[in-house]
């Protein structure tokens, strides 16, 4: 065993520190910033802060902590190895962890806020980029009118979704029309609702984990003591598994640097790729392009294929702004 150069051995003093409790592992269950919320494995919850700025914890991160006895604070010590990371691009371009250890991405829209296709493609991007299963949910079904031109517009980009391979639901939170089958879906799974504010990701988990609403403490509170929702907050299914509510966003880029490099995270590029004459194609204007050439003859999606080509662009330019060397 090596021994550390302050003189005692790492493994039994950590081990030291367990026995008394003093060392703990849990499950980060809200995140506000770097006020977090930790459950340990007993299911009691703590406030804790990360230990240092090099601890990125993120909600449903599982980590260390170390209780500190002066103080009687619980920091934070390390994040343990994510199985998955959900990840934006800060406004410097730099990625950002969302939420971490995830099975599924929910990515809700609705009749209202006016829904915008190219912010679920790219969530769409990252989550398949990240090896996570994603759905798409039009929530708020009560208020569509089977008259409403809109409805034609909606029903094809849901089409599409499922073309490329992802499953997809018309719900409504208050009607609960679906909600059975997308409580299936759910089912054993650890799942975050992501989409633009408003759409109803909050409604739809009240409505699906009605009886775990978690005590946050000082946590979801302001400064002036008024309740906020952008923490970010995990809620069991009675069932098993649970969801992860995230503030809702304006827009979101996902982390250019997690993107798969091929496809950008489209599976149905992906898969058309195959047929590509180059193996390095771009699918853009490269010659004998198998997914210019299925956009063309209407095979592939002409929105999904124009969302493609918009990522494509914005990846090309931000790699090409890191230099050579981050080059791919
Ligand atoms: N008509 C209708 N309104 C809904 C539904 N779900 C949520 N809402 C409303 O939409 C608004 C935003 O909901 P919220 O859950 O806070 O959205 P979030 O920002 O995505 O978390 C609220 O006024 C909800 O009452 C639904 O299924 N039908
Ligand atoms: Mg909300
Ligand atoms: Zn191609």
Redesign the pocket.
């Known amino acids: 065993m090596v021994q550390s150069s302050r003189g005692y051995i790492p493994g039994l003093a950590d081990h030291g520190r367990r026995a008394l409790g003093l060392e703990f592992e849990a499950q980060v269950i809200a995140a506000y910033g770097r006020h977090l919320l930790v459950r340990d494995t007993d299911g009691t919850s703590h406030e804790a802060r990360p230990f240092g700025r090099r601890v990125q914890a993120v909600c449903g991160d599982r980590v260390l902590c170390e209780r500190d006895t002066h103080h009687g604070e619980i920091h934070v010590k390390s994040v343990l190895p994510r199985r998955s990371t959900l990840a934006r691009a800060t406004l410097r371009g730099s990625a950002e962890a969302i939420v971490a250890n995830l099975d599924l991405l929910v990515t809700?829209f609705?009749p209202l806020p006016k829904p915008d296709p190219f912010i679920i493609d790219r969530y769409l991007c990252a989550a398949s980029s990240a090896g996570m299963s994603a759905l798409v949910v039009l929530?708020?079904?009560?208020?569509i009118d089977a008259a409403d031109p809109a409805l034609d517009e909606w029903q094809t980009w849901l089409a599409a979704y499922r073309a490329a391979g992802y499953e997809t639901l018309i719900?409504?939170?208050?009607?609960r029309q679906h909600l059975d089958a997308l409580r299936a879906l759910l089912a054993h799974r650890t799942s975050a609702?992501v989409?633009?504010?408003?759409?109803?990701?909050?409604?739809?988990i009240?409505a699906l984990a009605p009886a775990t609403d978690i005590a946050t403490g000082t946590l979801d509170k302001t400064e002036e003591g008024r309740h906020t929702?952008t923490a970010s907050r995990l809620f069991d299914l009675s069932e098993g598994g649970a969801l992860i509510?995230s503030p809702?966003v304006r827009d979101y880029a996902p982390a250019i640097d997690s993107l798969e490099p091929h496809s950008l995270g489209f599976p149905e590029v992906d898969q058309l790729a195959t047929g590509c004459k180059f193996l390095d194609c771009r699918h853009l204007r490269e010659p004998g392009c198998a997914v210019r050439l299925a956009a063309e003859g209407h095979q592939l999606d002409a929105r999904r294929y124009e969302s493609y080509r918009r990522l494509r662009r914005i990846r090309d330019e931000l790699i090409e702004a890191q230099g050579p060397g981050k080059r791919s």
């Open positions: 809700v609705a929530n708020k079904a009560d208020l719900v409504s939170s208050h009607s609702f989409g633009q504010s408003g759409v109803g990701k909050s409604s739809l009240a929702t509510d809702g």
